[in-house]
């Protein structure tokens, strides 16, 4: 089945302690994204990348680092987690044949306490 | 402003009715529309895309891009309550694949 996965789908963790969510795509997607969603303000970009070793900033990439080592894996790291940090993230990709149409994993609700 | 405007709702619409989605955007540059279906706890799903403007219909879903008001809309027709989920507008436009999103809308569909 063709998916986004990300784990954990929940995590709480403390302030100040490193964390790594993992997101795995097994579509051959060349596009991988990573968003936070907040209640009013949707959606928004933290980083994304166009291939592998090729990465950018989003519209929120403050306080976040990715890496794209492999083409199926986008991993994104909190250095030292804050509480403003608290949201629900979703890793997705895509293709140039599905132009914008990103597939999305599941999410992954963290809260920094 | 936001790049992309949408009233977040709810929404509340007996079973069988008409549905009109609605969200407005700022950058002319956008090229690509798209309606994402997200039910709760899960993540978004591409429902409708639609390049530049026009019309395009899927079973009891139309959506609608009109590039000279910057109005994007999706028509949901005999709406069930399978479709109560919250609904997002995105758009893009360049070679990066940014998907800037609407705050989406709410969606109640009564027995």
């Known amino acids: 089945e063709a998916q986004v996965t990300q784990n954990p789908r929940y995590l709480i963790t403390v302030t100040g302690k490193k964390l790594t969510v993992t997101c795995s795509q097994n579509?051959?997607?060349?596009?991988m994204s990573w968003y936070r969603q907040d209640p009013g303000l949707g959606l928004r970009q933290i980083y994304y990348?166009?291939?592998?070793?090729?990465?950018d900033k989003g519209d929120v990439p403050e306080g976040y680092k990715v890496s794209r080592k492999e083409k199926r894996n986008f991993p994104l790291i909190l250095e030292s987690p804050s509480p403003n940090q608290t949201s629900l993230y979703f890793c997705?990709?895509?293709?140039?044949?599905?132009?914008?149409?990103?597939?999305f994993g599941s999410g992954t609700r963290l809260t920094v306490v | 402003q936001k790049e992309v405007e949408q009233d977040p709702g709810p929404l509340s619409v007996p079973e069988g009715a008409i549905v009109s989605l609605n969200c407005t955007y700022s950058?002319?540059?956008?090229?690509?529309f798209m309606w994402y279906r997200q039910y709760s706890r899960k993540g978004p799903e591409l429902l409708m895309y639609t390049y530049s403007s026009g019309n395009k219909e899927d079973g009891r879903f139309t959506a609608q891009v009109d590039k000279s008001s910057k109005y994007i809309s999706l028509f949901i027709r005999d709406s069930q309550p399978s479709d109560s989920a919250t609904y997002l507008c995105a758009a893009g436009g360049d070679s990066s694949y940014k998907l800037i999103f609407g705050s989406g809308t709410r969606l109640l569909v009564r027995p």
């Open positions: 579509m051959n997607h060349e596009y």
């Open positions: 990348s166009m291939n592998v070793e090729v990465t």
């Open positions: 950058n002319s540059a956008f090229q690509y």
């Open positions: 997705a990709s895509t293709t140039k044949k599905a132009n914008y149409g990103y597939t």
